[in-house]
């Protein structure tokens, strides 16, 4: 069975752009998925190797494409196959030089032929309008779901960048407190940059090639079918004119444009099959974002990694509070403070949030009383004895806290609030929150009606190429039957004289 295609080149990506199709038969192969296999596997024939590929489907590999593109194959056979009949024909006609005795003399004979060539015409005007309003759909509906994925790109590297940028402040405020946290700060941006790196890749070079492959394909079809309708009007004009040297061009044009039109067919069959499997992918992709081969184009970070940078962010927030709760209670036992109940100090511990098990985040751990990280320096600075204070001064005024210890305890306290602003953003990349989202959308509420689309502008290309067939076979047998006739001007039968 066929199935139709419509307007993605580099979408590959997509188009911007995975290893599982509906069951369905393809040209020469099976394009459903081995169930052995999972539903990841194709079996289509790759004329690259002469063998099949059974690979998924993986925009970076050419035996993808190659395999893809060739399920086009019975379009662009059907090309090479009326291209050679017309050049045979075209010898035969200067060889042989026929005479028109083939067909009968009679009026009705005529009429016949007349309206089996106005019939085609209207076949493949109507054909053509259908595939040029169809071709735009497809146009407008590739290029949104071509900017949902560049978007959802560059929205994760406006994400990692904004998580770099907070990392490297606080790197640079505990590099002088404490120099392994700030190396392990180092590791993550260093991977985050990584990340960031890979998808600005994507969008920054292959959308241009998607945004070119889509337009090239889109106007492939504008050219070829204006110049096919403007040709067959000529023709019908030339017909009733009876300039039978134009006429004939025109034939040989439109024998031309008629196989350039089974050659878009196959390409069309070609990019449904490949807007297929990209839909299916974006629906795999839920499942198994890790083993899939969209991460290539916004990769999201492997489990084992983001559980990693999760946990040592966790790590460094929980061992920073901690320290400073340790330092708080031996203040309050030092000075009698949780002897009195000043409320300045609250439930006299700071909120941890994280897990002293596996370090993961429950914000819930803190009761209302707790204090917040960021609080700590504002409490603080009130029992802090600065440089230009007497140390006897500041016991006098209750002011304990030496101004060196103070601003450490203000740096850690700046760096982990700053961790836990950005934490959301870090838990959203490391668990693939927007590329989910973003194929959750697409596989939702895109790819059906992008697939619809390009189904019918297949359905209207392989009718047009059909009618096209039938036309220009009329135009031929209508040409043989004038061949040596006189006719009037506009007039379907002719003189006759001609007819004695």
């Given at each position: 069975m066929s199935k139709p295609n419509g307007v993605v080149a580099a979408f590959m990506l997509l188009l911007f752009l995975t290893s599982v199709v509906s069951p369905k038969l393809v040209v020469f192969g099976s394009s459903a998925h081995d169930d052995e296999d999972h539903g990841h596997g194709f079996k289509r024939p790759d004329p690259l190797r002469f063998k099949y590929y059974s690979g998924g489907y993986n925009v970076t590999n050419k035996h993808y494409?190659?395999?893809?593109?060739?399920?086009g194959v019975h379009g662009y056979a059907i090309a090479a196959i009326w291209a050679l009949s017309g050049l045979g024909f075209g010898l035969f006609v200067r060889l042989k030089?026929?005479?028109?005795?083939?067909?009968?003399?009679s009026d009705c004979c005529y009429v016949v032929m007349f309206l089996l060539v106005i019939l085609f015409t209207v076949f493949t005007i109507v054909a053509t309008g259908f595939v040029l309003k169809q071709n735009q759909s497809s146009l407008q509906r590739t290029n949104k779901l071509k900017n949902t994925i560049l978007e959802a790109g560059q929205e994760m590297c406006s994400t990692i960048q904004r998580v770099v940028n907070n990392m490297t402040l606080i790197q640079s405020q505990l590099l002088k407190y404490d120099k392994q946290t700030s190396l392990l700060l180092n590791v993550t941006i260093l991977r985050l940059?990584?990340?960031?790196?890979t998808i600005q890749n994507f969008v920054h070079k292959n959308g241009h090639s998607i945004e070119n492959g889509v337009h090239a394909s889109q106007a492939s079809h504008v050219v070829i079918l204006s110049i096919n309708l403007i040709s067959v009007v000529a023709a019908i004009v030339l017909l009733l004119l009876h300039w039978h040297h134009g006429f004939i061009t025109i034939i040989i044009l439109c024998w031309i444009l008629t196989t350039l039109c089974w050659v878009l067919t196959g390409f069309d069959f070609f990019l449904h099959n490949f807007a297929d499997d990209t839909c299916s992918a974006f629906e795999d992709f839920e499942q198994n974002p890790q083993n899939n081969s969209l991460s290539v184009i916004l990769p999201c970070m492997n489990s084992t990694?983001?559980?990693?940078?999760?946990s040592n962010v966790g790590y460094i927030i929980h061992k920073f509070i901690s320290e400073i709760n340790k330092n708080i209670e031996r203040v309050y036992l030092s000075f009698g403070l949780h002897q009195q109940d000043d409320g300045l100090f609250g439930s006299g511990k700071i909120c941890d949030p994280f897990s002293a098990a596996n370090?993961?985040?429950v914000p819930e751990k803190c009761s209302k009383n707790d204090i917040q990280i960021?609080?700590?320096?504002?409490?603080?600075?009130?029992?802090?004895?600065?440089?230009?204070?007497?140390?006897?001064?500041?016991?006098r005024?209750?002011?304990?806290?030496?101004?060196?210890?103070?601003?450490?305890?203000?740096?850690?306290?700046?760096s982990v609030q700053g961790m836990l602003d950005i934490y959301p953003d870090l838990q959203s990349l490391t668990n693939c929150t927007i590329v989910k989202t973003t194929f959750s959308e697409v596989a939702v509420n895109q790819c059906t009606s992008f697939k619809f689309s390009i189904r019918l502008l297949w359905s209207w290309m392989l009718s047009l190429s059909i009618f096209m067939v039938a036309l220009v076979i009329s135009w031929v047998a209508r040409a043989w039957q004038d061949k040596g006739r006189h006719f009037s001007r506009c007039s379907i039968i002719p003189n006759p004289p001609d007819r004695l």
């Open positions: 494409w190659a395999s893809a593109a060739f399920t030089s026929p005479g028109s005795g083939f067909f009968s003399d940059g990584n990340e960031s790196q990694h983001s559980d990693e940078v999760l370090y993961t985040y960021g609080e700590l320096p504002n409490v603080l600075s009130g029992f802090t004895c600065y440089g230009e204070n007497s140390i006897k001064n500041c016991r005024q209750g002011k304990f806290i030496p101004q060196n210890a103070y601003d450490k305890a203000r740096a850690y306290s700046e």
